[in-house]
């Protein structure tokens, strides 16, 4: 069974959709994940959401450092956004949430998709418990 998470991070999870929902009404589907990125950065400065972009991500194989993967941000220290801009999530997309993670010890993330009609036929949120 997975542990909720507590209600501040709800809302952050809620200021987030909000965020991508302002991106994805001003500029709609069909552009690179890496628009989205630089326009999803912008909008979190000027609501004043704390992120960190493309932050690293070590990844370790029975103890030993193996690699390193980028997270597209990471929100207030503690959700993790994974953005993409595809026809339709894959679950490859959410085990790679998932994988982020677990390799960070942070409890939810969020994967948004902005190559939609609608928003939130694109917002997933994966607890890790």
């Known amino acids: 069974m997975k542990a909720e998470p507590d209600a501040a991070l709800d809302a952050l999870v809620k200021v987030v959709f909000l965020a991508a929902l302002e991106v994805h009404r001003i500029l709609g589907p069909g552009f690179l994940e890496s628009v989205y990125e630089e326009a999803l950065a912008v909008e979190f400065r000027l609501r004043g959401i704390p992120f960190e972009r493309q932050t690293p991500v ?3 194989y029975k103890g030993e450092r193996v690699g390193e993967g980028r997270m597209d941000f990471l929100v207030d220290g503690r959700l993790i956004v994974e953005i993409k801009a ?8 959410t085990a790679q949430v998932i994988s982020y993670l677990k390799s960070t010890g942070h409890q939810l ?3 948004i998709n902005f190559n939609v009609v609608l928003l939130k036929d694109g917002f997933k949120r994966i607890i890790h418990s």
């Open 58 to 60: 070590g990844i370790a």
């Open 109 to 111: 993330g969020v994967l």
């Open 86 to 93: 595809v026809s339709a999530l894959a679950p490859v997309h």
